[in-house]
């Protein structure tokens, strides 16, 4: 481990120590993970002096002033005693375990997720807690390896949609350090996935039926009227009552 750094006394500047793999794969130190695990290892001054400085990284992210006086009495530690001070061991053991580290005379960065424990540090715990321990690494690299497939397969899908085939599928995700195993099926699974969607976008040509809705209307004829004679004025009889008499019942 390394050796404990010097500290000052009276103040030091917290900032974060950034950290894209253990910030993407670890624990918060207010975690049930460092609790149950961590607490074993670290001891419990150091896994409380981590849980306020995280939640002091939380109201200030850019980093923040920390007075190691108060800071040592909010975890019942002391400050009196040099470097030998119970608050200074407690400094210089997150440090040892790599949670923290002094940049210069008077910044300390600190982690804002703890690491998972090594099998190393798992095999120091108690045996109910190890197998404990062992029992969630398993759960959590399942469903670790369950989201990179997911992932996969969702990049694997864009890629062939925007025009790649297959093999250069395959090599755009090894470049992203995807599994090698898990490329070659990802890249079978997105080029079968997109065949799939050319024929279900292939049109019909087939005639397709009218279903019947209904009754149909029927046109009815529409009878033809009988023209009518209007008399003109050049008519010699217009205007001049009918001479004609009706027959008589009777008339031979």
């Known amino acids: 481990?390394?050796?404990?750094?010097?500290?000052?006394?009276?103040?030091?500047?917290?900032?974060?120590?950034?950290?894209?793999?253990?910030?993407?794969?670890?624990?918060?130190p207010r975690s049930t993970y460092v609790e149950t695990y961590w607490l074993g290892i670290l001891g419990p001054s150091a896994c409380w002096l981590l849980r306020r400085l995280a939640d002091g990284l939380d109201r200030e992210p850019g980093g923040y002033g920390l007075d190691m006086v108060d800071a040592a009495a909010s975890i019942g530690l002391r400050l009196n005693g040099g470097r030998h001070a119970p608050f200074m061991r407690t400094l210089g053991r997150i440090c040892q375990f790599r949670m923290a580290r002094l940049v210069d005379t008077s910044t300390l960065e600190v982690r804002r997720n703890l690491p998972p424990?090594?099998?190393?540090?798992?095999?120091?715990?108690?045996?109910?807690?190890?197998?404990?321990?062992?029992?969630?690494?398993?759960?959590?690299?399942?469903?670790?390896?369950?989201?990179?497939?997911?992932?996969?397969?969702?990049?694997?899908?864009?890629?062939?949609?925007?025009?790649?085939?297959?093999?250069?599928?395959?090599?755009?995700?090894?470049?992203?350090?995807?599994?090698?195993t898990l490329c070659n099926e990802v890249a079978d699974w997105a080029w079968e996935a997109r065949r799939k969607l050319a024929r279900a976008k292939t049109p019909v040509t087939e005639p397709v039926p009218v279903a019947d809705t209904g009754p149909r209307l029927v046109p009815i004829p529409i009878p033809t009227p009988t023209p009518t004679t209007t008399p003109t004025p050049d008519d010699p009889s217009a205007g001049e009552p009918s001479r004609s008499r009706p027959a008589l019942d009777g008339a031979a």
């Open 117 to 180: 424990l090594t099998l190393a540090q798992a095999d120091r715990l108690p045996a109910p807690l190890r197998d404990a321990h062992r029992h969630d690494a398993d759960t959590t690299r399942a469903d670790r390896r369950s989201d990179q497939a997911r992932r996969a397969r969702h990049l694997a899908l864009t890629l062939v949609q925007l025009g790649e085939d297959r093999s250069a599928t395959e090599r755009q995700l090894r470049e992203w350090r995807f599994n090698a």
């Open 1 to 28: 481990m390394p050796s404990q750094p010097t500290f000052p006394t009276d103040h030091l500047r917290i900032e974060t120590w950034t950290d894209p793999v253990i910030d993407r794969l670890g624990h918060d």
